[in-house]
């Protein structure tokens, strides 16, 4: 049991400090300076270390327990000086009631996070694994328990407690371990959050029966009567009047706007009052904060605004401090001092839990003919550990259930899996595998009037009208059509779990949110208007800003598109000058570039394209030579095939050709043989020479010929060498454009002219 102390309480009394100069009691003697620098101690602690873990590939939770045992027990707090001042019963109980609350805000957060709407939608496949993930370390733990109880360690009466509690697989946990791998919402990462859904879900209930059985006994009727009756009476309150209470505020919120401020305190004071529901009938503070934010609708307006106004503090200040305060309460050294039968009993369930669980999961997994590498990582996945593994340690350790040896075994253990279990996920999956380039999916070698399969991502409603400008400039027929995949990105806020909407399927979320409404609009007037020649496909990727290379690359290939495009990250207005700069658009484009399993193109929109009175497109195709210079020649000889397209062809050679490549060179001129020789039958195709000499005179004539055209189309030739553009490349500001289309897209450039900067498919 732990320790009883008498504690003795100055009144009335002084938070504060009357500064250095009273000698009798220094400032650390007051609650304010004391917390004030607890606080200070853990979090430079805890980022001192991670500056240095990290690059070990260790995550910042390994930093927050190890900074917890160097200020706790398990080193600094056996100095008497220290301990004293750091460490003294008032201090400690201040400390764990604000580390407590930080807790149950971010509880109530993962509650408002996640997608009651995976659960419905959860196949067999993350049903079984869920409910085995759960059960199959839960029965192998016990039977273990039991078995060490009977023949072995009978004094150890925690033995099935330490098997319940390492046989969970916390969705909170899961979540965090996916979204620091970056496959948060890759086909591995949704069926482990749904699984995760699952499980917690059923761990929930088995807790809530356990607690109650746990009351009844040696209570009178009535309480037992309340403990069973008050959770499932929450759960109706919560179900059949907060939620609608939920989107009632939801649909009171216009599109677009933030909600009101007295509905966000509004929802605080009812998660306040939830905590006190959930202390006063027996069950563990953090219940009525999960449930409740259960009830809020996940994602935007209500759901992002909570996480927008509370996830900061919680993520970066509160928890910390709550993972920091459970490890100071483990001494990982008597651990090692004790090692009696006790210890070891229970090391042997934790081993037990850990591989039965790992076999549970893996189980279902090879029996639906998933790869053993991909079914292994997720099994790992299920078996992680983290947060609410710590908490739930911590409360057991203070309810008197473990003692404090046992917690320090379990503090160990869960270090160690949080440690290894990413670094084997890592070996094991690699997502980016199955962008491979083995098979030929590029422009270039698409077949005469064979169907164009286009994939176009827009970040912003708005910006698929420069996607449907460019595809009127692509001239579908019904000789040559083209399938259109257009993938709206919207950033993941106020929800943990990616979403995946196909619009042809009609499938739509919970909350019933009219997700790219003006897109599908859009699109649909377009396919009228082109009389079968074009097909349109919607779909709607909500994830974080750094995975959303997973989705487009993903679609492209389950699609078997031949050319991506994606919008440059700057956008300029009508007027000419620049309206937006988004950074992390430009590291998605990176990122897609590198990883895209058919050919790309980057669009510079300066909003004329399309704009012309003629209703005429006058585009431009530079060409330097080499695979991305051929791609874009493909590309714009099917341009060249509409009626209202003028396509020039401005041919750059080196006055000296003595470091070209001769085989580029042949392959280069076979692509422009047909435009040569005026053989391509269309008589609006100009095809100029020019002779120069270094990349300066490449530049000024590529800048003169800019007002002329409506669409200027550059291959990328990212780390191809040539006179053509020596000494661009050392001024570039975009080098994911390549030299040319970073001169096009410069800011101080007076031009008109969209650019259309292609890429073929790498292949391996």
Not at 639 to 648: F, K, Q, R, W, Y
């Amino acid at each position: 049991m732990p320790e009883q102390l008498l504690s003795c309480t100055e009144l009335p009394p002084k938070v504060n400090s009357f500064g250095v100069w009273k000698l009798e009691k220094g400032p650390l003697k007051y609650p304010l300076p004391l917390l004030q620098m607890q606080i200070l101690a853990i979090l430079a602690v805890i980022h001192t270390l991670h500056f240095v873990l990290k690059h070990l590939g260790l995550p910042m939770l390994i930093s927050e327990i190890a900074a917890g045992l160097l200020l706790g027990g398990s080193a600094l707090g056996n100095i008497s000086a220290y301990s004293e001042m750091f460490l003294n019963v008032e201090s400690q109980n201040i400390i764990g009631t604000l580390s407590i609350f930080g807790y149950t805000l971010f509880m109530f957060l993962i509650g408002v996070k996640m997608d009651m709407g995976m659960i419905s939608n959860t196949g067999k496949k993350a049903l079984a694994v869920g409910i085995l993930a759960l059960l199959g370390p839960l029965i192998v733990g016990m039977a273990v328990a039991l078995i060490c109880l009977k023949f072995w360690a009978k004094e150890a009466t925690n033995l099935t407690y330490i098997a319940a509690v390492h046989s969970l697989t916390p969705f909170p946990v899961i979540a965090c371990l996916l979204s620091e791998l970056k496959i948060l919402n890759s086909e591995l990462g949704r069926l482990a959050l749904s699984s995760a859904i699952v499980s917690d879900l059923f761990s929930l209930f088995l807790t809530i029966v356990s607690v109650v059985v746990r009351t009844r006994e040696g209570a009178p009727w009535h309480t037992s009567v309340v403990t069973v009756v008050s959770p499932v009476v929450f759960v109706l309150v919560v179900v059949y009047i907060l939620r609608p209470a939920m989107f009632w505020v939801v649909a009171q919120t216009p599109e677009g706007r933030a909600v009101k401020n007295v509905y966000i305190y509004a929802i605080i004071l009812g998660l306040l009052f939830c905590g006190i529901f959930s202390d006063f009938f027996g069950q563990y503070v953090i219940f009525g904060a999960f449930i409740f934010g259960l009830a809020v609708p996940d994602g935007p307006p209500l759901g992002s605004a909570l996480v927008e106004k509370l996830d900061s503090m919680v993520s970066l200040v509160l928890m910390p401090i709550f993972m920091a305060t459970c490890a100071m309460r483990a001494n990982v050294i008597d651990v090692f001092r004790k090692g009696d039968k006790e210890t070891v009993a229970n090391t042997f369930i934790i081993l037990a839990t850990l591989i039965a669980k790992i076999g549970a999961c893996v189980a279902p997994l090879l029996y639906c003919k998933m790869p053993c590498n991909d079914a292994l990582a997720l099994s790992l996945i299920m078996s992680a550990k983290g947060t609410v593994n710590m908490a739930t340690q911590s409360v057991l350790r203070d309810s008197g259930v473990v003692d404090d040896e046992i917690f320090g075994l379990m503090v160990i253990a869960t270090t160690l899996n949080a440690a290894i279990v990413p670094f084997l996920v890592r070996k094991l999956y690699d997502p980016s595998r199955k962008y491979a380039g083995y098979q030929t999916r590029n422009i270039m070698h698409c077949k005469p009037n064979a169907e164009l399969r286009i994939l176009a991502c827009v970040h912003e409603q708005e910006g698929v009208t420069s996607i449907i400008n460019l595809l009127n400039a692509s001239n579908p027929t019904r000789d040559n059509p083209i399938s259109i995949y257009v993938l709206h990105l919207i950033e993941l806020v106020g929800r943990a779990t990616p979403i995946f909407i196909s619009h042809d399927m009609q499938k739509r979320t919970v909350s019933n949110h009219s997700y790219s409404e003006n897109v599908i609009l859009a699109l649909n007037r377009y396919q009228r208007n082109n009389g079968g020649a074009a097909l349109t496909h919607v779909f709607t990727a909500i994830s974080p800003h750094k995975l959303m290379h997973e989705d487009i690359c993903t679609l492209a290939l389950n699609k078997l598109a031949l050319f991506m495009i994606i919008p440059f990250h700057r956008k300029w207005n009508i007027g000419g000058s620049i309206e937006s700069d988004e950074q992390r658009i430009r590291n998605l484009n990176c990122s897609v570039l590198d990883m895209a399993p058919c050919s790309v193109g980057i669009l510079v929109d300066r909003a004329q394209l399309g704009r012309s009175a003629s209703q005429s497109f006058y585009i431009a195709l530079i060409f330097l030579g080499g695979n991305d210079d051929r791609e874009g020649l493909a590309y714009a000889k099917r341009m060249a095939s509409g009626p209202n397209v003028n396509l020039t062809i401005a041919h750059f050679l080196p006055m000296d050709d003595e470091n070209t490549n001769e085989w580029e060179n042949i392959l280069d001129d076979e692509a422009l043989k047909d435009i040569k020789h005026s053989n391509l039958g269309f008589e609006q195709v100009n095809y100029l020479q020019r002779v120069v000499k270094d990349g300066p005179e490449t530049a000024l004539i590529v800048r003169s010929m800019t007002s002329q055209y409506d669409l200027i189309i550059v291959g990328r030739r990212h780390g191809v060498e040539s006179p053509l553009t020596s000494g661009l490349t050392e001024w570039s500001e975009f080098p994911e454009l390549g030299a040319l289309g970073d001169l096009l897209a410069a800011s101080d450039l007076d031009s008109n002219a969209s650019v259309l900067v292609v890429q073929q498919q790498r292949k391996l």
